[in-house]
């Protein structure tokens, strides 16, 4: 996780040009949306937006 914005709900992954968005309902794994830091690390499955910008996450696992 990188450039956390947690007012906008929106980070991105080291090595991605796409924004995630964690604004809709989300699923977590082995964590709390509270454990979204830059830094953690974790793997995100969600939808891509028809522009290729944004992925609306719809589960978030942390890998610890």
């Not at 604004?23 to 949306?33: F, L």
Request: aromatic residues 6%.
């Amino acid at each position: 996780v990188s450039a956390l914005d947690i007012a906008a709900k929106t980070f991105q992954v080291q090595g991605r040009s796409e924004t995630i968005s964690y604004a809709a309902a989300v699923t977590y794994k082995n964590g709390t949306e509270a454990d979204l830091v830059n830094g953690a690390s974790g793997e995100v499955k969600g939808r891509l937006s028809a522009d290729g910008s944004t992925v609306t996450a719809s589960r978030i696992e942390f890998k610890r």
